[in-house]
């Protein structure tokens, strides 16, 4: 039962953390821009566990994403040390979203995350 219990915490925080995570943004879509926003967060921001949590969940979704249909190491577009954490990756986004602004403004987020990542992991 404890295994259960420490299983469903972090779905039951997921469920309870992104419908207000998605009402951060505007008209309910989640822009590339809105991803950089909410990975940018400062501590200061009074939604800013809603909002990293959020940038934290979608990074994680688009990595493990990207690694299921690329096990066989076909296609691989970034290739990130296991020591790298979902807070170095979002660094990594807003870093790289200062550089592309244009790109920012014009790509899904999965394109922006993946684009950041692949820059800086490189896949050999």
Known sequence: M?????????LAMAVFTLPSA???????NVTAADLV???GVTAEDPDSHTAIAF???YIDAALDYHH???ADGEGRIAC???EVTRADVAAVVVE???????QVNE???????MRAAGEEWPCE
């Open 37 to 39: 926003q909410y990975c």
């Open 22 to 28: 998605a009402l951060l943004a505007q008209d309910g």
């Open 2 to 10: 404890k295994q259960l219990k420490t299983l469903l915490a972090p």
């Open 107 to 113: 790509d899904p987020p999965v394109h922006v995350v």
């Open 55 to 57: 940038c934290y969940g």
């Open 80 to 82: 990130p040390p296991g």
């Open 96 to 102: 790289w979203a200062e550089i592309h602004t244009d």
């Open 68 to 70: 299921a249909i690329t």
